[in-house]
């Protein structure tokens, strides 16, 4: 069984890939059906999954370390992860919409979301399929779930890790997520997969769980793919089942976290890490590339829409290394740099720092 305490875990970058790719399906046009009957936008569940068992996996490593959890490092390094590319992205947007009049009369409407990074705040006009209110495909709209994440980030490492009583954290989950059921459908679905990454997390980080993770670790890969996959189905039947799928998806990060098997090899391979550390500047521009690639093919049939997803995944993928070269690297090293030079170093304690990318928006 692998050690928890490593620092990488190429499987979960290959994880990321599953999920950027589902998205990107979600969004493509016109999916023929039975298709169109994949709900392709929990991709981005089990991104906020990801981002909460990282997340707290990352602090409960400092804090055994130093005693304590070092928050000017944590934001720091938040801040430098995904705020720099976002806003090179949203420039790109912007650009974008000045050649027609009435993308930019949209893109200024809401402008004022984009740069405070609170598009979520809008989930109030969306219904569970993604559609705005009056805006069927919004520019940029998939930056909602940067608005959860960043405020997720804010609040999080302060209450669980500083303001609550160790003794106490144990019940943060569950009331949270009772306090969650009062936020609008979309707000209270993210944050509850983002409180199972949590609570994830806290049960690997216990040192009496090594009989269940032994037990985690002993179910077949072909089970967890299988269960996942009933969590698809049954999400496509009744929406209610969205709070169901996070649990699926925890059996499944554990599994990729703890076992040796085929599915953690296929996607510890090469070509799933490589989309998987652009997970987040692919998430950013997707969008866009998509209508690009839509407008030049046709995608009316299934072959066509598999072309179509083939190719919007390929060029989203081209262009998101370009972003992780030139943007999201250098920024990234920057803030460690920034760190480094005031002595928070902390983090080197990142299962995924070294290597993975972020998820974005979904960004981990």
């Known amino acids: 069984m692998p050690q928890l305490s490593r620092k990488y875990f190429p499987a979960l970058d290959g994880l990321r890939t599953v999920c950027v790719s589902l998205v990107i399906?979600?969004?493509?046009?016109?999916?023929?059906?039975?298709?169109?009957?994949?709900?392709?936008?929990?991709?981005?569940?089990?991104?906020?999954?990801i981002s909460g068992f990282l997340i707290t996996t990352l602090l409960f490593r400092e804090?055994?370390?130093?005693?304590?959890?070092?928050?000017?490092?944590?934001?720091?390094?938040?801040?430098?992860?995904?705020?720099?590319?976002?806003?090179?992205?949203?420039s790109v947007y912007v650009v974008r919409a000045l050649r027609n009049p009435r993308d930019w009369a949209l893109m200024r409407h809401l402008l004022v979301y984009y740069l405070t990074m609170s598009m979520d705040i809008l989930s109030a006009h969306i219904d569970v399929y993604g559609n705005y209110i009056g805006v069927n495909k919004p520019p940029f709209g998939a930056s909602w779930s940067l608005g959860v994440e960043e405020k997720f980030y804010l609040l999080w490492p302060l209450l669980f890790f500083v303001l609550l009583p160790k003794k106490t954290r144990l019940f943060a989950v569950p009331v949270l997520m009772a306090l969650a059921a009062f936020l609008p459908f979309r707000l209270f679905r993210s944050y509850f997969g983002l409180l199972v990454g949590c609570l994830l997390a806290i049960a690997l980080a216990s040192a009496k769980s090594d009989r269940v993770k032994r037990w985690w670790a002993g179910i077949p890969a072909i089970v967890?793919?299988?269960?996942?996959?009933?969590?698809f189905y049954l999400v496509n039947l009744d929406m209610r089942f969205v709070f169901l799928f996070p649990f699926l998806g925890a059996l499944l990060l554990s599994h990729l976290l703890l076992a040796e098997s085929w599915l953690v090899k296929l996607l510890s391979s090469s070509i799933?890490?490589?989309?998987?550390?652009?997970?987040?500047?692919?998430?950013?521009?997707?969008?866009?590339l998509i209508d690009s690639v839509e407008h030049f093919l046709p995608h009316e049939t299934v072959m066509g829409t598999l072309i179509v997803t083939v190719l919007a995944v390929t060029v989203t993928a081209l262009?998101?290394?370009?972003?992780?070269?030139?943007?999201?690297g250098p920024t990234r090293q920057f803030g460690k740099r920034l760190l480094a030079r005031s002595r928070h170093t902390s983090s080197s304690l990142n299962p995924t720092e070294s290597k993975g990318g972020p998820l974005g928006g979904v960004a981990s």
Request: charged share 15%; no cysteine.
């Open 319 to 328: 262009a998101a290394d370009v972003l992780y070269r030139l943007v999201e």
């Open 224 to 231: 967890v793919v299988s269960l996942v996959a009933i969590g």
């Open 272 to 288: 799933f890490v490589w989309i998987g550390q652009r997970s987040y500047s692919m998430y950013l521009i997707h969008m866009m």
């Open 25 to 49: 399906f979600d969004h493509l046009g016109h999916i023929p059906y039975p298709l169109n009957k994949l709900p392709g936008w929990l991709g981005v569940d089990i991104f906020f999954l």
């Open 63 to 90: 804090e055994s370390v130093k005693q304590k959890v070092d928050l000017y490092a944590f934001y720091v390094r938040r801040f430098f992860r995904i705020v720099p590319l976002y806003f090179f992205v949203l």
